[in-house]
């Protein structure tokens, strides 16, 4: 960790007083119709899973205190269960921003573009979120802490039923969903830097530690992460990918010091 933490950092100053953009041609652009889909789809997804959840109370599972049997869980994932860990819950939490935080090197891009990288990165987050969610909705799956002793049981979950909401794993999907935009990203604004390999390797280093943490907390089975990371990477990707079909077409919307700028191409 210490050593990616001076690379990181040394990535910063290195952006900050040698790299500039240079802008032959835009690797990514927005288009009203597609975005519009993207994003669209991004806010039924995540709201959908708002109402079904917490609305409409859609599969809330109450626990009657029901003890569970190692032996009951499948031969891959038994070795990997863990009884519940708050401190390792909490080193979790605090991974996951801070590699939801690694787009933020997409600032050392022109101004022109921070729009449309947010706006990507907007939609990832929302797909990727809706995506895990509604799983999570239609699979019940016990986490693996609710085969260890009742008294290490986190009560918050127990009450709100997420105990039985273990897949996947929504930090690992969100995890790798960032780290994938970001490595994805960064490599096509800045093709030829030196950096690009090491902020790869930095961000997807944060997203298993995320995993990792996941699973040694209990909170999670190895095939819970798996599918969390698999999706996440899938959105992390598909998602910008997309907009590289669009660069040439109706409008570039770009943020600007003193506001938008909209400019329509006819072809």
Known sequence: MKRFLKTFFSAICFFLTFQAFTENEKPFSLSPVKDGILFGSGVLLSGGDLLLDNVLKVNRQEYKGKIYDKDD??????????SYSHSRDKAADFLLAATMATPGLLVFTDQSEWFTAATMYAETLLIANGIKE??????NRTRPYMYYDASTFPEDDIDEGDWANSFPSGHSTIAFASATFTSYTFSKYFP???WRIPITAGAYSMAIGVAAL????????MTD???GATIGTLTGI???WLHTFI???DVNIALLGNG???NFKLN
């Open 247 to 249: 660069q040439n077409h």
């Open 134 to 139: 509604l799983t999570k909705l239609a699979v």
């Open 260 to 262: 938008l700028s909209i």
């Open 73 to 82: 869980v499948n031969a891959f994932d038994r070795p990997f269960m863990n």
């Open 192 to 194: 030829e830097s030196k």
């Open 214 to 221: 996941r699973l040694s907390s209990g909170n999670h089975f």
């Open 238 to 240: 598909l998602v910008p």
């Open 225 to 227: 992460v798996l599918a």
